[in-house]
């Protein structure tokens, strides 16, 4: 099956240098999900986004608790003015509008996010104002008495309900901050600067209850000639992480070895995603070299290639004379060098980026925010770039995304030039284009 899977990838591998940007983004809708509006008003109240100015940024996720004392007064304030209103309309009126239980509902609703404490004291209130209304409605004292046993057995579940959340998020917080650590042992910072270049990273998971996922980020700052990793994983979930987490460790590895030039760097780590892979798992990457004389070495594996934006140009995808397929699927590994003048900045991505899509289903365009990658910082630029993808998509993300924007920085030299530019000019002049950054035919999201 796996070979069947192979001929599959490598009969489109043709038409990988066909598309565009734009023709990628035209792919089939998979399916969008409804937003409850009290969800949504939720997260805009609770959320909140941790991110780093060096290295990875990663969004805080995991469901958000209420930030700060002010919004927490706030909330028990309208409480209190909510119930207070209802008892002094109940008083007023000399008879019952509604009955006492309902008084209820205000501990209830600060149960879901207050602690035990404040819970407490508005059920008390809620008790006492429901006693006090009791005694001077008419009516039978069987159901008086039956209307504040709701009150006095809701505003008991109430503070119960508000003491195990309590604990769960506590118990909840701990975990996660034992997960964070090993979520950042197997995510390393990203320097940000390297032998001939600046780096910026940046990296969102899509899953709410973890920082890290299947996409693949990993830079080896060599002395000499740095090297990095980008790529996804096919699927979802603990596998794909684990399954991210073993080509990471073997592209570290392989890169300790002296010796080993970038395609044999890829040979260990599709050997390591072979063996530890499922039946239908893959994982499409690029493998990177920058040479300080300036060159850049690509080893592209089914993922879609770099952009490079120059100076005065736009947009141009760095495209292999020949593909591969994906790690774990025996590719053909070929590299190709490219030349890179000081000033260019490189765009590697995962296909995250170009697959998020808003709310009327139109795809992120890398190319209409051309100068927001041309800010002078670099940190700015990535910050700035995931500042609209998370306004495009509402902060609602289907996929993983990994950025990694590199700036070259150190003179190109021309000697040897023609040599290092043979596999690029092999390619032809028209590969340096937006076009080519669709899917091979074959291959499925990641």
Known sequence: MRDSRKAALMSGTAKFSAGSVAAWNGRSDRGSRLQRPLA???????????RSGRGIALDASGPAQPSGDRVRRVFVLMLLL???????AQFSTGHGLIPVAWLSVGPLLASLVLSPRITAGLAGSAVLLGAGLAVGQPGSPGMLTSHLSVLVLLAAFAVANAALRTAAQQRLSQVRAVARVAQSALL???PATVTAGRLASRYVSAAAEARVGGDVLEVV????????????TRGKGLPAVRLASVAMTSF???????????AEIARVVDRSVTRAAGEEDFVTAVFAELDPHGFLQL???????PLRLTAGGGLQALNPHAYATPLGLHPHLQP???????????????????????RAGRYFRLEDW??????????AAADGLLDQLLAHTRRKLDDDVALLLVEATSPARCEDRGTHDRDSAAAGPGDLSLAGTSRPAGIGAA
């Open 188 to 190: 390393r910072e990203v």
């Open 221 to 232: 700052p060599d002395a000499a000639r740095p090297r990095w990793l980008i790529g996804d």
């Open 299 to 305: 080893v592209t594996c089914g993922h879609p290639p």
């Open 82 to 88: 909510a119930t207070a209103a209802v008892g002094v």
């Open 40 to 50: 949504r008003a939720g997260q805009w109240v609770c959320r909140s986004v941790l």
């Open 252 to 262: 570290r590895d392989a890169c300790a070895q002296p010796g080993l030039s970038l």
């Open 370 to 379: 051309a100068d927001t990658l041309r800010q002078p910082d670099l940190q």
């Open 336 to 358: 190709s060098t490219f030349t890179i003048s000081p000033g260019d900045r490189l765009v590697f991505y995962t296909d995250g980026l170009l697959e998020a899509r808003d």
